[in-house]
């Protein structure tokens, strides 16, 4: 008898979350789990409970297997463009603007 481990596949979407539960054979790898699914182990970035992993991993039974998308935008420019267009005025240049004003 061959064991074998359970493992979840988790996929986020825009507009909805994706689990299929998938039973590999025990020593399975990351790249295993992500070619049964349909997947290419290079064409993705995919983890285990949130932390990015080398496709050659081994899996345990349990883990959750994460696949995550690609950023479309640069969170901390996203950012600062939204705080822009509401107004928000940055703190350090103030302070250095009302210094340069007084001097």
Do not use: C, F, H, N
């Not at 689990?19 to 025990?26: C, G, K, N």
């Not at 997947?39 to 080398?54: F, N």
């Not at 463009?81 to 250095?96: D, F, L, M, N, P």
């Amino acid at each position: 008898m061959t064991a074998s481990i359970s493992v979840t596949l988790v996929s986020a979407w825009p507009d909805r979350l994706e689990q299929t539960l998938l039973s590999l054979p025990a020593g399975s790898s990351l790249a295993d789990a992500l070619a049964v699914s349909g997947q290419t182990p290079d064409a993705i970035d995919a983890g285990i409970w949130g932390k990015r992993m080398p496709p050659d991993t081994l899996l345990s039974d349990g883990d959750r297997i994460e696949l995550y998308r690609p950023l479309i935008a640069d969170p901390k420019a996203a950012r600062k463009k939204r705080a822009t267009e509401q107004g928000y005025r940055w703190q350090g240049r103030t302070r250095r603007a009302a210094r340069q004003a007084q001097t």
